[in-house]
């Protein structure tokens, strides 16, 4: 299993919350009358940042540069598993 530093919600927490020490559903809950649920996504804690948190030109962007980095990984998995898949079903 993977470090929570090592994970996205993890890396997110550092840039936004790292000063603050609460975590998400914390400051939401506090701050904003929003509870997160164990299952919320990636892309909608991510949306819950930019569109609740203040944050400074110099933290969206590193929230930005995470988010798509992280969506462009997947994407490069994902091609690659369908290619993978597409080979073996060639070959027989």
């Known amino acids: 299993m993977e470090d929570f530093e090592n994970t996205f919600m993890g890396k997110l927490w550092y840039i936004v919350l790292s ?3 609460r975590s998400f559903n914390e400051y939401f809950s506090e701050e904003h009358g929003v509870t997160c ?3 919320i996504s990636d892309k909608q804690i991510f949306l819950l940042c930019k569109k609740l948190m203040d944050l ?3 933290t969206i962007r590193e929230v930005d ?3 798509y ?3 462009e990984k997947s994407e490069v ?3 690659k598993e369908a290619y993978a898949i597409l080979e073996t079903t060639m070959k027989g």
């Open 37 to 39: 649920d164990d299952d």
């Open 56 to 58: 400074s030109e110099v």
């Open 19 to 21: 000063t603050d020490k």
């Open 69 to 71: 980095f992280k969506v």
């Open 77 to 79: 998995n994902h091609f």
């Open 65 to 67: 540069n995470l988010f």
